[in-house]
């Protein structure tokens, strides 16, 4: 059984951090891209940032470059959200997402293969 299991969500100031986990089981980490996209009430879904893998190629968006850093452990099967300099427009459930091509995660449009269900990310002003 496939499972993405998002972790570290909470209330933070702005200006604050937080450290997201996804933790994943039932597939072939390797062989697959892993990203994060938050999707705010009444707002559509936004593709936060994504990593390959396997060569540990990442992407941005550009609201989130320079505060945020992606990243994973492979010998653990868990990807990273590390999130600085939090706005109150970060807030969000921020979701991680896997699916084998690096090139369209991120792209909000695009339904990656499997999605964990979610953790709230509460930044208050």
């Known amino acids: 059984e496939v499972q993405l299991v998002e972790s570290g969500g909470g209330l933070v100031q702005a200006g604050g951090s937080l450290r997201l986990s996804c933790a994943a089981s039932g597939f072939t980490f390797d062989d697959y891209a892993i990203g994060w ?6 707002k559509e879904r936004e593709g936060v940032s994504c990593i390959s893998s396997s060569d540990r190629r990442t992407y941005y ?3 989130v470059k320079g ?3 992606i990243s994973s452990d492979n010998a653990k099967n868990t990807v990273f959200l590390q999130m600085n300099s939090l706005k109150p427009e970060d807030t969000a459930v921020y979701y991680c997402a ?4 690096f ?3 991120g792209s909000p449009s695009y339904e990656m293969d499997y999605w964990g269900k ?3 990310v509460t930044v208050s002003s």
């Open 98 to 101: 896997a699916d084998p091509i």
């Open 103 to 105: 090139s369209l995660c």
């Open 37 to 42: 996209f938050r999707q705010a009430p009444g």
């Open 61 to 63: 968006a550009d609201s």
């Open 118 to 120: 979610g953790t709230l």
């Open 67 to 69: 505060r945020f850093t």
